[in-house]
């Protein structure tokens, strides 16, 4: 019982939290009022600018912040034992993720819907914006090297789930002509499209397409090379014909999938699902020590950098009331702490569970063993989100779905959502490409240049991935060394955030900026204290490009301590910001 | 009497749920079809900012028709600054 106790104190822990910490932090110290004017009240025009329900508005900006990093990063933050992760996830999530959400949403509000690089330059300095876009292209790059292998090593894992996550394609282009071409009814459509989808999940079963070697290079590597080829076509084709019917159907899928899995929660604790994680292993062979690492490990779903550039988007453009802010910027991240936890509690009860009507399988304590001995244990990354998986599957079988249904169903899951934060990302990329490289500039259009076009920065964007992805070996090994750099990066941008919001809060007055400054510092200090760690081994096992990169992050973090701290404790910066 | 309000909630959840699904799918398109207009614009109005398009005469004839999208246009100007956030906001986080 100890599994769904932990869930459900969890997510009561988030409910009191928001109605406590949320409020003080809303009315107290940003003094929310329906009094201020919101940008979409202020320059409604019915396109950009849209009053919008909260509940609505929540929805969006809910699957917007939801991503592959809240799964990835718990599912292998549970290495060094359930208990600091879960720590972590909800004091994180809660003082400090939360609030980095909020605060960033409230001052885009405040500053008619601009975005966060925009807003930091204001508060901060100019100079910045620089930092800000270099920190979104290493970010970028480091995670499209991870979700190729993620997605590679769920491949090679489970082979039954390639069939369905590829069939995914042909539905989602059908589901596309039937709405838009043939005006078929959204909702049928979809229900069918759903459907079509999990029927292909139970053919998986049937025809697992297992990839073998080819001249020499492992299966994962031939599927991250396939994978490359296919994020080039999808993201450079009109978003109508594939990429945008295939979030629908996918964000069905996670709806379902989670939905599963919290049911079964509550369904298995019947049937003896108990933690069988340690509660700490403070020493996991050749993992990287619990402090610092455990902090950037787990990004998204305790705190992420990358949440401030979401959350200045389009949701501070159709927020209708500023009171609105706490609901949508505060809880939905406590959802996406909520979501963490079910991870946690999946890879630290669900994968020792045997499923049901199971004998003579390794369960218990030993199962998660096999999993979490070593950061490297069973091909590193691909064990850590396999836990995830086999341990979803296992709770589900108490539903009455069999085991081998369910590994496919969470292995397509994990999947197509990862793929879809592929396409994203690539599209992402190659915008931030073409901004680094001038094509927004004026006096661009007569230099041409191959790498600002859509097809040359797409490229770009893949072949730098690639160097990444491949640097490391194609095996799975090679992401768990890619996944610190990731999490030190995007925590980087997540301290700037809350150096930003500890800007304006000081400038309003008071001591109210301690809110948002004390947890930009621990962000800070831990990035640092791990980008040095980082630094020293990489030095140590010769692994030139990720000791560049690294470096690279080092000086960014250097500046960016550098700007905001002068500029928060400059006396005559803040005296003139607040005559 | 409880059990309708329960089976309201659910379907307001449901739809709720659907709604925001859809927008995120759509938003997508509604961002190129922008863009495009943002284009479409500035191949009409070029010659305000320097840049060759139709004759004038041609330009402020459709003047009248595209006031409303030239307020568009210079509040997305000059509120965003870049288009990050936004595509972002709308793409979903990777």
Known sequence: ?579 | MKHNRLWLSIRAFFRGFQQAMLYKATAQIEYEISEMENSFTLMLFGNFIGLPGPSMPLTLELLPDMAEELEHMLLRASQTGNGLSELASIMGEP
């Open chain 1, 1 to 579: 019982m100890d599994a769904v106790l932990i869930m459900i104190v969890a997510f009561a822990g988030y409910i009191i939290a928001y109605r406590l910490y949320g409020e003080f932090v809303g009315k107290k110290i940003f003094q929310l009022t329906n009094q201020n004017k919101t940008p979409a009240v202020e320059f409604t025009d019915g396109v950009d600018y849209v009053p919008t329900k909260r509940g609505i508005i929540f929805g969006h900006h809910f699957t917007s912040i939801a991503g592959t990093g809240p799964i990835v990063g718990p599912a292998i933050g549970v290495i060094w034992g359930w208990l600091p992760a879960l720590i972590w996830v909800l004091v994180g999530s809660i003082v400090m993720g939360a609030v980095q959400d909020f605060s960033v949403l409230v001052m885009s509000l405040r500053n008619q819907g601009k975005s966060i690089s925009e807003v930091a330059a204001g508060y901060i300095s100019k100079r910045i914006r620089v930092a800000f876009f270099l920190i979104v292209f290493i970010e970028l790059w480091l995670f499209l090297a991870i979700l190729g292998m993620i997605i590679a090593v769920i491949f090679h894992m489970y082979p039954e789930a390639v069939f369905p996550v590829w069939m995914e394609i042909p539905i989602a282009i059908i589901l596309g002509w039937a709405i838009y071409k043939r005006n078929a009814h959204v909702n049928r459509a979809t229900v069918l499209a759903v459907v079509a989808m999990y029927i292909t999940v139970v053919l998986g079963h049937v025809i697992p397409l297992d990839m073998p070697t080819i001249g020499g290079m492992p299966a994962t590597g031939v599927w991250t090379l396939i994978l490359f080829v296919y994020c080039f076509i999808a993201s450079t084709l009109p978003v109508t014909t594939l990429l945008q019917p295939r979030d629908y159907i996918n964000a069905w899928e996670l709806f379902i999938a989670m939905g599963l899995v919290v049911i079964a929660v509550i369904a298995a604790s019947f049937n003896g699902l108990k933690i069988v994680a340690p509660a700490v292993q403070a020493a996991p062979e050749g993992a990287p020590s619990l402090w610092p690492f455990l902090f950037i490990t787990i990004a998204c779903g305790a705190i992420s950098g990358f949440h401030s550039v979401v959350a200045s988007g389009t949701t501070a453009k159709q927020v209708a009331k500023e009171e609105d802010a706490q609901f949508i910027g505060y809880g939905s991240m406590l959802m996406e702490g909520a979501l963490a936890v079910i991870v946690i509690i999946a890879t630290a009860a669900g994968i020792g569970l045997a499923a049901r009507g199971e004998t003579g399988a390794v369960t218990g304590l030993a199962k998660w063993t096999q999993h979490y001995a070593s950061w490297s244990a069973a091909a590193g990354l691909g064990a850590k989100v396999g836990a995830f998986v086999e341990g979803s599957a296992n709770m589900i079988s108490y539903l009455g779905i069999p085991k081998y249904l369910g590994l496919i169903i969470m292995g397509v899951f994990v999947a197509s959502f990862a793929g879809t934060s592929m396409d994203t990302t690539t599209r992402l990329q190659r915008y931030v490409i073409q901004e680094l490289l001038g094509a927004n500039r004026v006096g661009a259009a007569e230099k041409k240049s191959f790498f600002t076009n859509k097809y040359g920065a797409t490229i770009l964007a893949l072949l730098t991935a690639g160097i990444l992805a491949f640097s490391t070996g194609a095996n799975g090994k090679g992401a768990m060394a890619l996944w610190p750099l990731f999490g030190a990066n995007n925590q980087t941008l997540a301290a700037l955030a809350l150096f930003t919001a500890s800007v304006y809060l000081k400038q309003r007055g008071g001591q109210k900026y301690l809110v948002t400054l004390l947890p930009g510092i621990f962000m800070l200090v831990l990035t640092f204290w791990a980008l040095i760690e980082n630094e020293m081994s990489y030095i140590a096992g010769t692994k030139v490009l990720l000791g560049i990169i690294n470096l690279a992050i080092i000086l960014i973090v250097i500046f960016v301590a550098f700007e905001s701290l002068k500029k928060l404790f400059s006396k005559e910066d803040m005296q003139a910001a607040q005559a």
